[in-house]
């Protein structure tokens, strides 16, 4: 082997061995890093720059601003007189489609089945204005914790607005709706001659149709 070939093998051997140790190190650091990772995953390391970082913006909730009373003596409509447009405010493919023909087996005039333009983090929201507060407390009976909100609409229809914990309509069986019966006031909402109706609120918009 002449002295050429004899350098060669060296200049060889030398440029392996640093490429081993340069993987080696890619490895070690690429290991580190899983590791750190799965602890800041499962919550054992916490770090509060990244926590910083990684902070989402909450997203609406079941926030129950004031409402009004039923009027004095006020009876439930009856639902072929409650004119409701139902909004899909979750990520639940077929949910306003699959309520809005419950609401109709019921005898309720469904306007539209509509997406809501934002998610909502509640079980749902019933947006009214003043000529429709009957129908609004009419439609609740049905809607196990919903949100009363109210708008400067002047007609009598209703929004029900379904968010990320609602399930399903009340059951038949269970509405204690008497026809004869005046609608009883819940606590915490304002009298309705005390009410108001506010200057300017948003009302669902549909991004595409059929919910």
């Excluded at 699959?98 to 997406?115: C, H, P, Q, W």
């Amino acid at each position: 082997m002449t002295d050429q070939d004899r350098g060669r093998q060296l200049r060889r051997r030398h440029m392996h061995e640093r490429q081993a140790v340069i993987f080696g190190v890619l490895l070690a650091a690429l290991a580190l890093a899983g590791l750190g990772a799965a602890a800041m995953y499962t919550g054992s390391l916490n770090l509060p720059v990244f926590a910083r970082d990684f902070a989402a913006a909450p997203s609406p909730t079941a926030t129950q601003a004031p409402y009004p009373c039923p009027p004095a003596g006020a009876l439930p409509v009856a639902y072929g007189q409650v004119t409701v447009k139902v909004y899909n405010a979750t990520t639940r493919v077929g949910l306003a489609g699959v309520t809005s023909a419950g609401l109709a087996e019921r005898g309720f005039v469904i306007a539209s089945t509509e997406n809501a333009p934002a998610t909502y983090d509640g079980k749902a929201r019933i947006i009214f204005g003043t000529p429709g507060v009957a129908q609004a407390y009419t439609l609740a009976a049905h809607v196990d914790g919903a949100v009363l909100v109210l708008d400067p609409r002047a007609d009598a229809t209703v929004d029900l607005a379904l968010g990320a914990e609602f399930a399903e309509l009340n059951p038949v069986d269970t509405i204690a709706l008497d026809p004869a019966v005046p609608l009883v006031a819940p606590p915490g909402c304002t009298p309705f001659d005390q009410v108001i109706a506010p200057v300017a609120t948003e009302t669902p918009v549909a991004e595409t149709p059929a919910a």
